[in-house]
């Protein structure tokens, strides 16, 4: 069974820095898709950061340049580095994982993911 638990989570102060945590369990994480969304009240689940197996990375424009997906196949865990955190980050934050192969527009669709974790609250204060 496919379990996906994010962590490290918080609130910062704009500016700041967080670095989110997606252990990953049931499945070999370096064959899959994975990628990390974010969903604010109100708003639909954005595709923030996407890795496919061989480990090319496709990110959202409002996010390029301050946030890093990075994995480690040893630990089967994903990473989300976020720095230069600004209000407008605050979202809850779920990793993703799927074991299909993707057209590379379609990487950021909540869509193409069949694997979910739980959620993980980022709140940045202005």
């Known amino acids: 069974q496919v379990q996906l638990v994010e962590s490290g989570g918080g609130s910062v102060q704009s500016g700041g820095s967080l670095r989110l945590s997606c252990a990953a369990s049931?499945?070999?994480?370096?064959?899959?898709?994975m990628a990390w969304f974010r969903q604010a009240p109100g708003k639909e689940r954005e595709g923030v950061a996407a890795?496919?197996?061989?480990?090319?990375?496709n990110y959202a424009d409002s996010v390029k340049g301050r946030f890093t997906i990075s994995k480690d196949n040893a630990k089967n865990t994903l990473y989300l580095q976020m720095n230069s955190l600004k209000p407008e980050d605050t979202a809850m934050y779920y990793c993703?994982?799927?074991?299909?192969?993707?057209?590379?527009?379609?990487?950021?669709?909540?869509?193409?993911?069949?694997?979910w974790g739980q959620g993980t609250q980022v709140t940045v204060s202005s």
């Open positions: 890795i496919v197996s061989e480990g090319s990375t």
């Open positions: 993703a994982a799927d074991p299909r192969r993707k057209q590379w527009w379609t990487l950021r669709l909540a869509a193409s993911y069949n694997y």
């Open positions: 049931g499945y070999t994480s370096s064959t899959y898709s």
